[in-house]
């Protein structure tokens, strides 16, 4: 079954930019779909098909997929950006994978 | 604004069942693909099961296979999952989500339902 990886957390000083990573083979032939959850929080869709942006989702939020990787970015990182980051393909059988997550904390 | 609630977690013995419910409220319910989808205790999101729109089955995950039956009642605006010989493994937060289609994203969830298996 298919596979894909995230690291289990990523920093980012207040105001930058964060990039969260989401690796599988050849994932960039794949849609990737991001979820945001908060502690105490249901998962919110952040970025479908790649790098679409749901309505009431910041512009700060975008997403990237090529090659073996896909991208999370978070520009102008803010304290409430903080929570578990996971991305989320199709894989053929069909069923569903969600990378493990990534916390992410604004410093 | 389209509205998920889940219902029926609770404590069980392992080995025991359970019947989780999704109710849906304010969009189009017997149109998506619905699926559900549990947080354990630090660990991560884990696909359960899905079901498209008429009914048809979408999958399990390997874990739940023979144990887990997905179901939905259009007229009722519910979505179900009976969960039998449930183990220690199966404590979760179990969270319903909407999907348009298979492929799709999920862009409504519920606020989950706590499943805990234990003697």
């Known amino acids: 079954s298919y596979e894909v990886t995230q690291p289990l957390s990523v920093s980012v000083a207040l105001g930058q930019t964060a990039r969260i990573p989401c690796g599988g083979y050849n994932i960039g032939t794949k849609s990737v779909h991001w979820y945001q959850q908060k502690p105490g929080q249901a998962p919110v869709l952040v970025i479908y098909?790649?790098?679409n942006r749901p309505s009431g989702i910041p512009e700060r939020f975008s997403g990237s997929n090529s090659g073996n990787t896909a991208t999370l970015t978070v520009s102008r990182a803010q304290a409430g950006d903080e929570a578990d980051y996971f991305c989320?393909?199709?894989?053929?059988?069909?069923?569903?994978?969600f990378g493990g997550g990534t916390k992410l904390t604004v410093l | 604004e389209a509205q998920l609630v889940e219902s029926g977690g609770g404590l069980v013995q392992p080995g025991r069942s359970l019947r989780l419910s999704c109710a849906a409220s304010?969009?189009?319910?017997?149109?998506?693909?619905l699926h559900w989808v549990r947080r354990a205790p630090g660990k991560g999101l884990e696909w359960v099961s899905g079901?498209?729109?008429?009914?048809?089955?979408?999958g399990y995950v390997d874990s739940v296979k023979g144990r887990f039956t997905i179901s939905r009642d259009n007229a009722k605006n519910s979505l179900y999952l009976q969960m039998n010989s449930l183990r220690a493994e199966d404590t979760a937060l179990y969270y319903c989500a909407k999907g348009v289609t298979v492929g799709a994203a999920f862009d409504i969830w519920g606020q989950g339902t706590m499943v805990t298996v234990s003697s």
């Open positions: 098909r790649d790098n």
């Open positions: 079901i498209t729109w008429n009914n048809g089955v979408i």
């Open positions: 989320q393909v199709w894989d053929s059988s069909p069923s569903v994978v």
């Open positions: 304010t969009f189009t319910f017997h149109t998506y693909a």
